[in-house]
T-cell receptor, first 112, second 114 residues
Framework: DAKTTQPNSMESNEEEPVHLPCNHSTISGTDYIHWYRQLPSQGPEYVIHGLTSNVNNRMASLAIAEDRKSSTLILHRATLRDAAVYYCILSRSGGSNYKLTFGKGTLLTVNP | DAGVTQSPTHLIKTRGQHVTLRCSPISGHKSVSWYQQVLGQGPQFIFQYYEKEERGRGNFPDRFSARQFPNYSSELNVNALLLGDSALYLC?????????????FGEGSWLTVV
């Protein structure tokens, strides 16, 4: 599985934007970029995913570099409820054989 | 719509015992996966089942087994429990499709082995 690199931790203030970086220099053409987050004592929660183009949904935006070797998860206005571990994961598209390989993720702290 | 449901939510077992964890996927999802998460680490893949067949297995000993039923629910079984099996066990379900599958996780079953 292609590997991703994320900072161990980041800190933000409430109601400010947060940019969570992820490097994936060995990404292949068929790898999708997924972001999940895990709040304390809960299972991981899907945030967003994309292949080449930037993506937006109600939770966040995903900005993908033109060479696809890095991406950034953008939370437009952080709230205290966004404090979680954020995982950037690469996964192959299609097929019935499917798994996610989690790293240690980025622990996001949101200050009031 | 109900999400992925798991049972039990918490349980305590003694070394050497056996445990069965259960999972009901989101309605319409035919793929179920199991992950183990020990404290301070990200989830680690154990098994994936699709249409009642095992489609993937992680690096876990044979003491770990699973199965998927005709209604797509699933069980994870662990035999001869060790202290190191203490962890959060996560079940996830997904639709299988060509455009980057999204996995939805349950809240997990907390297993403590004493």
């Amino acid at each position: 599985d292609a590997k991703t690199t994320q900072p161990n931790s980041m800190e933000s203030n409430e109601e400010e934007p947060v940019h969570l970086p992820c490097n994936h220099s060995t990404i292949s053409g068929t790898d999708y970029i997924h972001w999940y987050r895990q709040l304390p004592s809960q299972g991981p929660e899907y945030v967003i995913h994309g292949l080449t183009s930037n993506v937006n949904n109600r939770m966040a935006s995903l900005a993908i570099a033109e060479d696809r070797k890095s991406s950034t998860l953008i939370l437009h206005r952080a709230t205290l409820r966004d404090a979680a571990v954020y995982y950037c994961i690469l996964s192959r598209s299609g097929g019935s054989n499917y798994k996610l390989t989690f790293g240690k993720g980025t622990l996001l702290t949101v200050n009031p | 719509d109900a999400g992925v449901t798991q049972s039990p939510t918490h349980l305590i077992k003694t070394r050497g015992q056996h445990v069965t964890l259960r999972c009901s996927p989101i309605s319409g999802h035919k793929s179920v996966s199991w992950y183990q998460q020990v404290l301070g680490q990200g989830p680690q893949f154990i098994f994936q089942y699709y249409e009642k067949e095992e489609r993937g297995r992680g690096n876990f000993p044979d003491r770990f087994s699973a199965r998927q039923f005709p209604n797509y629910s699933s069980e994870l079984n662990v035999n001869a429990l060790l202290l190191g099996d203490s962890a959060l066990y996560l079940c996830a379900s997904s639709l299988i499709g060509p455009s980057g599958n999204t996995i939805y996780f349950g809240e997990g079953s907390w297993l403590t082995v004493v």
